[in-house]
């Protein structure tokens, strides 16, 4: 059906940047809306950003407002979060997410990655 494979994370420090990736592949053609969740230990997934593949508007968790953003690359099929200022409090298992409506935020995402570690030190 869908595959979304993510990619990027790591472990850095406080303040540093990094840049996931999410590549979907297969039957990709009616999936509108691509994003991100994480789920960091012991707490629930939450919402990230998002975006749809036609409008590309795009919408952010309150906690990562001005300091992540999401794009994408139509010619590769790959939608990216490139998160800068990273706290501690960011770190999280980070899942690529996707659904054939064009929100994600509302419900749950009908397709996922395998998620990526990305943890911030203090």
């Given at each position: 059906q869908v595959q979304l494979v993510e990619s990027g994370g790591g472990l850095v420090?406080?303040?540093?940047?990094?840049?996931?990736?999410?590549?979907?592949?297969?039957?990709?053609f009616s999936m509108?809306?691509?994003?991100?969740?994480?789920?960091?230990?012991?707490?629930?997934?939450?919402f990230v950003a998002e975006?749809?593949?036609?409008?590309n508007n795009k919408?952010?968790?309150d906690s990562v407002k001005?300091?992540?953003?999401i794009s994408r690359d139509n010619a590769e099929n790959t939608v990216y979060l490139q998160m800068y200022s990273l706290k501690p409090e960011d770190t999280a298992v980070y899942y690529c997410a996707a659904d054939t409506s064009n929100v994600l935020?509302?419900?749950?995402?009908?397709?996922?990655?395998?998620?990526?570690?990305?943890?911030?030190?203090?």
């Open positions: 420090q406080a303040g540093d940047s990094l840049r996931l990736s999410c590549a979907a592949s297969g039957r990709t509108y809306a691509m994003g991100w969740f994480r789920q960091a230990p012991g707490k629930e997934r939450e975006t749809s593949w036609i409008s919408y952010y968790a001005g300091r992540f953003t935020r509302f419900g749950i995402p009908g397709y996922w990655g395998q998620g990526t570690q990305v943890t911030v030190s203090s």
